[in-house]
């Protein structure tokens, strides 16, 4: 005997048959109407969604992975080249120790001076040591080239012709300046004459700039720039005097890159 409170589970009887829909699909089933699961059946939207190639993740072109690739080589190829060349040179410098040349001025003469209207005409003739000091490199001088200074205000300059050291020797060099009633700056003109007449000296200042190789046996460094001062270079010429001769003997100059 069936019981009439027992739920109902599945579609109720069909009265009769559902009319057509007039687009010639069948129509759904009434509001209201009972499953036979748990669950009701996914709408079509959500497979819609997931075949949509628009919603999905597209994959990236091979051409592009191989130049990224490609780009990472070389970055790391590069590094890895460099961190080589700095040990690499590293290891060279704590085995030869490069030390700079070392300059020193021996004399210094003025000949001819003559002071007059701003113009000024003298011979310098100057005289100076160079040392190598590195037990394992020889050094090539490819050319010097020298200044005399008074102050800031250039007065003449020259070449010194080419020469090389071995290891741990000195070379004695001279150069030669010349100046044939060369313009300088009313003030500086003052100055120098009332130094002459004070002091019963001019103090003139030598710079040079040498370029130098280093090379140890097989192994060459590139040329290097050498930079030389010597200041304060006091040559004892009085007021009734054309000519004298460096005071206080020999001077060591101040060297750098």
């Known amino acids: 005997m069936n019981d009439p ?17 007039p687009n010639g699909y069948p129509q759904p089933p009434p509001s209201g109407t009972a499953y036979p699961y748990a669950v009701p059946p996914p709408s079509s939207a959500a497979y819609y969604h997931n075949n949509n190639p628009y919603y999905q993740q597209q994959p990236q072109p091979y051409a592009a992975i191989q130049r990224a690739t490609f780009l990472r080589r070389v970055i790391a190829i590069a590094i890895a080249a460099m961190v080589i060349a700095g040990t690499f040179t590293f290891i060279v410098w704590l085995i030869l120790r490069p030390k700079l040349p070392e300059f020193r001025v021996d004399s210094m003469s003025v000949s001819n001076l003559n002071l007059s209207n701003s113009l000024i005409s003298a011979n310098w003739d100057l005289r100076f040591t160079v040392r190598n000091p590195n037990k394992k490199m020889t050094l090539y001088y490819d050319d010097i080239a020298a200044a005399v200074f008074y102050d800031y205000v250039s007065l ?14 000195e070379t004695s060099q001279k150069a030669g300046f010349a100046s044939s009633g060369s313009y300088v700056e009313r003030r500086v003109f003052d100055e120098m004459n009332s130094e002459r007449d004070r002091r019963g000296s001019i103090g003139f200042n ?3 700039v040498a370029r130098v190789r280093f090379k140890a046996g097989a192994w060459r460094a590139r040329r290097r720039f050498v930079r030389v001062y010597c200041k304060g270079l006091d040559v004892g010429v009085g007021s009734n005097k054309s000519s004298g001769n460096l005071l206080g003997g020999s001077r060591q100059c101040r060297v750098g890159f």
């Open 5 to 21: 409170n027992r739920p109902v589970t599945g579609y109720p009887a069909a009265a009769g048959p559902l009319p057509p829909n």
């Open 156 to 169: 003449s300059d020259t070449t010194v012709p080419p020469f090389y050291q071995e290891k741990r020797v």
């Open 206 to 208: 030598v710079r040079m």
